[in-house]
T-cell receptor, first 112, second 117 residues
Framework: AQTVTQSQPEMSVQEAETVTLSCTYDTSENNYYLFWYKQPPSRQMILVIRQEAYKQQNATENRFSVNFQKAAKSFSLKISDSQLGDTAMYFC?????????FGGGTRVLVKP | DAGVIQSPRHEVTEMGQEVTLRCKPISGHNSLFWYRQTMMRGLELLIYFNNNVPIDDSGMPEDRFSAKMPNASFSTLKIQPSEPRDSAVYFCASSLALGGVLNEKLFFGSGTQLSVL
């Protein structure tokens, strides 16, 4: 079984500043993928970024980047130059086989 | 493609009634997932199908819940009889899983907000 833990229930950040969300996971699989999803108030689930576990290079997608520490089973998300539209719930997720397991989520509030 | 389509968007019912949630995945996707989201338990995987076959239903809470996928373009999640604790947002998602590992993103529907009174 795999587990995903997000230890920060809520975080706030000033517009244009940087915030980092933590995520740890546990899996016995060698081949897996890691994801961050965003859920704004509209309820829609939106993929933010994806990391392949066999790649050491950290994934980057515009203002979003990850710090992937495989040995520590850590997968944090950094949001740079935060914008008001970044206000949402953020979920970390891990896939093993055909199952995607989500963490409990971190609510991010971007303040003007 | 219109994306994953779920219906209804909202459902309000009384305890004991049967509830059927519907999902149309993206054409060409071979994996379909049903998730339930609550404040207390977050996003829980209920069941997933691969090529229309249920692969893992260990997340289904109890016998009152059942899911079917009669063909590649349609799936249902049924609750009978419904209870107030079933109130949640139910998401359907689909993906193209190759090689036995989910390496592509899930495409989620807009969810069904279920309220059981």
């Amino acid at each position: 079984a795999q587990t995903v833990t997000q230890s920060q229930p809520e975080m706030s950040v000033q517009e244009a500043e940087t915030v980092t969300l933590s995520c740890t996971y546990d899996t016995s699989e060698n081949n897996y993928y890691l994801f961050w999803y965003k859920q704004p108030p509209s309820r829609q689930m939106i993929l933010v970024i994806r990391q392949e576990a066999y790649k050491q290079q950290n994934a980057t997608e515009n203002r979003f980047s990850v710090n992937f520490q495989k040995a520590a089973k850590s997968f944090s998300l950094k949001i740079s130059d935060s914008q008001l539209g970044d206000t949402a719930m953020y979920f970390c997720a891990s896939s093993a086989g055909n199952k995607l397991t989500f963490g409990g989520g971190t609510r991010v509030l971007v303040k003007p | 493609d219109a994306g994953v389509i779920q219906s209804p968007r909202h459902e309000v019912t009384e305890m004991g009634q049967e509830v059927t949630l519907r999902c149309k995945p993206i054409s060409g996707h071979n994996s379909l997932f049903w998730y339930r989201q609550t404040m207390m338990r977050g996003l829980e995987l209920l069941i997933y199908f691969n090529n229309n076959v249920p692969i893992d239903d260990s997340g289904m809470p109890e016998d009152r819940f059942s899911a079917k996928m009669p063909n590649a373009s349609f799936s249902t999640l049924k609750i009978q009889p419904s209870e107030p604790r079933d109130s949640a947002v139910y998401f359907c998602a689909s993906s193209l899983a190759l090689g036995g590992v989910l390496n592509e993103k899930l495409f989620f529907g807009s969810g069904t907000q279920l309220s059981v009174l």
